[in-house]
């Protein structure tokens, strides 16, 4: 095999492999993903580019064309731009979601689709590179069965449902007031409304394994993730006018669970579960303390931070 | 946006006159409850606002 045709072969199985880790990424994780047709045209064409430019990266290099690479550079840039371009879509949707997203969750998905695409490069990179290094186009298949499904695992990161346990629970009122099992949600006024909520909403309560999952649940951004997601699965009755169908999400205070009413338009308890349990933990609420100020297992406590986050 | 949102006070439907006094919000007076949910329902519907009990026959209509 000439040099040529195997730099050509290097770049050509690089690109292949960094365009499918981009297209295995689009598909697999529908939360992350507004599906829209056009969306996922751009998608495609911002992978396609990141997947070329990590393809004749070492190639580049092989050739002694070293100004090629500050081309990965300013690949950086613009995919710092399909973030800013995910945050701008998604937070003008959401003052037309009758159950928004909140900053949090658009701040993470913005981050993702960022990512992506630097996992698409990487894909392409690693395959080009073993096949010119090694010096045959099996090296490349090779790393290429070996980086996909790495790629592929890194899809997902942690859900609610790995730190937190999702039941159904009774809504009932006492006088005036709204409670989920234990947990005061609201106060409602009139026996109108409070027949509306006894007609339509549902009730869970999400109580956390161990307490180092308290704070994640009670990050607002996170509760407010996780009322999207369940009514994005579900529907909602919830209306522009009449506030008291709202879905929302209250702490108990001694145990740091979460109390949840929302008002689904179809009655499915095993769904909302799914929907919760399935909704991804959000990296702003997880990384809302360090390590060593929050020994697991240090049972109730009143995070000082608590207050002062959201 | 977010969680932490100005809440305001529209307007207070009492039937008990004696627990109001003057402020910044009008104050609808209710011959009975029924009056005064009604009253409220039909202000909260046009401001898009929630209904509150206090319990000592004064409902508030807030805007959240």
Redesign the interface.
């Given at each position: 095999m000439t040099v040529q045709s195997l730099l050509f072969h290097g770049i050509a199985l690089g690109f292949a492999a960094g365009f499918a880790a981009r297209l295995y990424l689009l598909r697999v994780d529908y939360r992350q993903y507004p599906s829209l047709p056009h969306n996922h045209v751009s998608h495609l064409a911002f992978g396609g580019i990141a997947a070329a430019v990590g393809a004749v990266a070492v190639p580049a290099l092989l050739e002694k064309e070293f100004t090629a690479v500050t081309f990965l550079a300013l690949a950086a840039t613009q995919f710092r731009e399909i973030r800013d371009m995910e945050r701008t879509t998604l937070q003008a949707l959401e003052a037309y979601l009758l159950v928004p997203r909140g900053a949090d969750y658009i701040e993470g998905i913005a981050v993702v689709f960022e990512s992506r695409n630097y996992l698409a490069m990487a894909a392409a990179l690693l395959v080009s590179a073993a096949t010119v290094l090694v010096g045959a186009w099996w090296a490349g298949v090779l790393a290429a069965l070996v980086v996909l499904p790495w790629i592929y695992s890194l899809r997902q990161g942690k859900v609610v449902g790995d730190l937190a346990e999702v039941r159904p629970a009774a809504l009932r009122f006492e006088g005036p007031s709204l409670y989920v099992d234990h947990i005061f949600l609201m106060n409602v006024g009139t026996a109108a409304q409070r027949e509306q909520i006894e007609k339509y909403s549902m009730g869970l309560i999400i109580e956390p394994r161990r307490s180092s999952g308290r704070d994640k649940l009670a990050h607002p951004g996170q509760r407010q993730a996780i009322l999207h997601e369940v009514t994005a699965a579900l529907g909602t009755h919830q209306e522009i006018a009449e506030p008291e169908l709202t879905a929302m999400a209250r702490k108990d205070a001694d145990t740091g669970a979460l109390g949840i009413v929302v008002a689904p338009f179809t009655r499915d308890v095993a769904v909302a579960i799914k929907a919760a349990a399935n909704t991804p933990l959000l990296e702003s609420a997880r990384g809302s303390h360090p390590r060593w100020a929050a020994p697991v297992g240090a049972g109730p406590r009143q995070k000082a931070g608590d207050a002062g986050r959201g | 946006?977010?969680?932490?949102r100005a809440e305001k006070i529209v307007a207070v439907v009492t039937t008990d006159k004696e627990k109001v006094t003057g402020g910044g919000v009008p104050v609808f007076l209710a011959g009975d409850r029924q009056e005064a949910?009604n009253t409220?329902?039909l202000i909260?519907?046009i401001?898009?606002?929630?209904?509150?009990?206090l319990?000592n026959g004064c409902?508030?209509v807030v805007v959240?």
């Open positions: - | 946006m977010g969680p932490l949910e409220a329902l909260a519907r401001m898009g606002a929630m209904v509150h009990d319990e409902l508030l959240h």
